[in-house]
């Protein structure tokens, strides 16, 4: 039976969901940017890849703040002046996909076969500042040096869920927690999620919710990101 929980006490409901995860579980959690189901295990990562029908070419993301991105992914050191602007001056959300340190304690305990399908020709796709939840389970994930992976709560290319009961029935029958946080900050008629940029290339990965904002931000630093035509 699945438990659902409306969202209160965030840091005691990221300690259980983080407890369901550390016992190979899987949850559904509210993000800023959208609704995300996230594991940890060989498990509840393979759990996820089939309840969202996503294909194993699609690395899962990884929760993270400026913290851990510092000591996990190498990234040129005027780089990290553009995400501080992105998440800090501005306060929006992103995704930094970047080579990282696979010898990081935060691995050690991770299945070869998650971090595999994790990670994509030796980078990490680590997401920033999604949301009070988000950054609480990141602050107690690094406490217990065990990553949180996943990618959003939807079936693979239908668009992101911003309220819990839009969640589609396979994805939501195959959580072991649900929190329901409301409706996502960032919900939009486009169904996008986090902007996802490569900060070797500077390519867009995905254009996800503000991407116009981040887009002028990395103009000021002298980068084009491309334009937003959808």
């Not at 899962?60 to 000591?71: D, I, Q, R, T």
Request: proline share 3%; aromatic share 8%; with cysteine.
């Amino acid at each position: 039976m699945t438990n659902r929980f409306v969202a209160d006490d965030v840091v005691e409901q990221s300690r259980q969901v983080l407890e369901v995860i550390k016992l190979e579980g899987v949850a559904i959690i509210p993000l800023d940017v959208a609704y995300a189901i996230v594991g940890n295990s060989k498990k509840s990562i393979e759990t996820i890849f089939k309840c969202k029908n996503r294909s194993f070419e699609k690395p899962s993301g990884m929760f993270s703040n400026y913290e851990l991105l510092k000591e996990i992914q190498t990234i040129d050191s005027w780089k990290h002046d553009i995400i501080k602007a992105v998440i800090f001056d501005n306060d929006l959300p992103m995704s930094t996909v970047a080579p990282f340190k696979r010898d990081h304690p935060m691995f050690k305990n991770v299945d070869a076969w998650v971090l595999k399908n994790s990670t994509k020709i030796g980078t990490l796709d680590m997401l920033l500042n999604a949301g009070e939840f988000h950054n609480e389970m990141t602050k107690q994930s690094m406490e217990l040096e065990m990553p949180v992976l996943g990618s959003s709560a939807n079936t693979s290319l239908t668009g992101s869920k911003y309220n819990l009961d839009d969640i589609d029935l396979p994805v939501v029958e195959a959580a072991d927690i649900l929190i329901d946080g409301g409706t996502s900050k960032y919900e939009n008629e486009k169904g996008r999620s986090s902007t996802i940029i490569d900060f070797d290339s500077f390519e867009t990965i995905r254009i996800g919710v503000c991407y116009d904002k981040i887009r002028e931000i990395f103009s000021q630093f002298g980068v084009d990101l491309r334009e937003d035509k959808d």
